[in-house]
């Protein structure tokens, strides 16, 4: 079993909701998350579970101190009241849901991207996390991605138009999750092409016949 | 989720001051265990008025077990303390996003620990969906049933995990708790990873 499914499974979810993942899958999450209803849904009822798993613990300490409490009311005063981050335009905000804007400098369409193979550019994402890649891709229309495994998790979310890979077609919000044995081939929808989110815990290889020879050339 | 979906529609603010007549009375003392009804005033008495003795209320409610959450995850204990105040002082600044339609303070003030968790003991950024904007972005076919399920009172969701196998549980548990993903659970408890995917789905089903 590689290939997952449209929307994030329970371990995901999971590991999402308890705070186990790393940042860039954590991005992965709440990108799909704020676009698919459903797994929404899901992760409110595990916040639910969090917070009724909370409210049953037991205090630690109860009668000896005040725990800080005039500490921190002493604080309170200073604390500015947070602003919504906002000089983005309807060519982003249509498209890239919040959490995924928080790491975008610029628009769209004005973003750095760079060319990585025939009919695919790529922007960079950098996060906290020094490992595996975070990126965004724009695919061309009917274009394919050359054929590849992974080292590690690779996570797809597609924020703009479909691709197919195998029998699936994934479309915007949806998730796709492939592990170190996947070997697959994602082509963009021939009418719109791709722009998805990709999050990888360790780079790809290339396998297809030529693709082995790029291998020590080409990274995305 | 059929007994949440038949649950009350929340009024407005001024409607949920007045005498509650369709709940019966609490037996024990509010001081003791203040109601969830009555944790969402706080929060929204510190969202509108910067109400310090709502403040102060909900600190005495919840640093305690703030502080417990941050010892079962591994943080001694003035590092834990610490997340409890930070975690608070969060409450002081974003009450203004609490909505009592979309979650319960307890739930509310989870996600705020977990996410300070992060940020104070992993020193990592945590990207976290925004409430406003999920509903802008999904298509508008969110129900009104969807809506309502998210907003299961702690009551609800803390009988229904007291009733809960024990070792669907013990995963919950130990991924909240203690910081770990589904697959070192696994790893800890000898068990396929399929059975614990199969007991979180079965645990999510029940809850």
Known sequence: MSMVVLHADEGLMLDYASGALSEPMSLAMATHLSLNKKSAVDYDALNAVGGALLEDLHAVGADEDDFGLSDVLSRLDDEPVRARPVGFSSVTTDVVPAPLRDYLPSDLDTLPWRRVAPGVEEYSIRTGSNEGRTALLKIQPGQSMPEHTHGGREITVVLKGSYVDGCETYRRGDLQEADEEANHQPIADHKDGCLCLIVLDAPVKLTGRVGRLLNPFIRF | ?207
């Open chain 2, 1 to 207: 989720m059929t007994a949440v979906a038949k649950m009350t529609k929340v009024g407005t603010l001024d409607s949920q001051k007045g005498p509650h007549l369709m709940a019966p009375r609490p037996a024990y003392k509010l001081a003791d265990k203040p109601t969830s009804d009555h944790l969402c005033t706080l929060v929204e008495r510190i969202a509108n008025h910067r109400d310090r003795a709502a403040f102060e209320e909900l600190y005495r409610h919840f640093a305690p077990r703030l502080k417990a959450y941050g010892i079962r995850a591994g943080a001694d204990p003035i590092t834990a303390e610490e997340l409890a105040q930070e975690a608070m002082i969060m409450v002081w600044r974003k009450a203004g996003y609490f909505d009592r339609r979309k979650a319960t303070v307890s739930t509310w003030l989870f996600t705020i620990v977990r996410n300070k968790r992060i940020d104070l003991l992993r020193r990592q950024n945590r990207p976290e969906l925004d409430a406003d904007d999920v509903m802008a972005m999904t298509e508008p076919e969110a129900t009104q049933d969807e809506i309502m399920a998210s907003q299961q009172s702690d009551a609800i969701v803390r009988q229904s995990l007291s009733i809960l196998p024990e070792d669907q549980k013990r995963v919950l548990t130990m991924a909240f708790f203690e910081e770990k993903s589904h697959s070192q659970i696994a790893e800890d408890l000898s068990l396929p990873l399929g059975t614990v995917k199969s007991r979180i789905r079965l645990a999510m089903n029940r809850l």
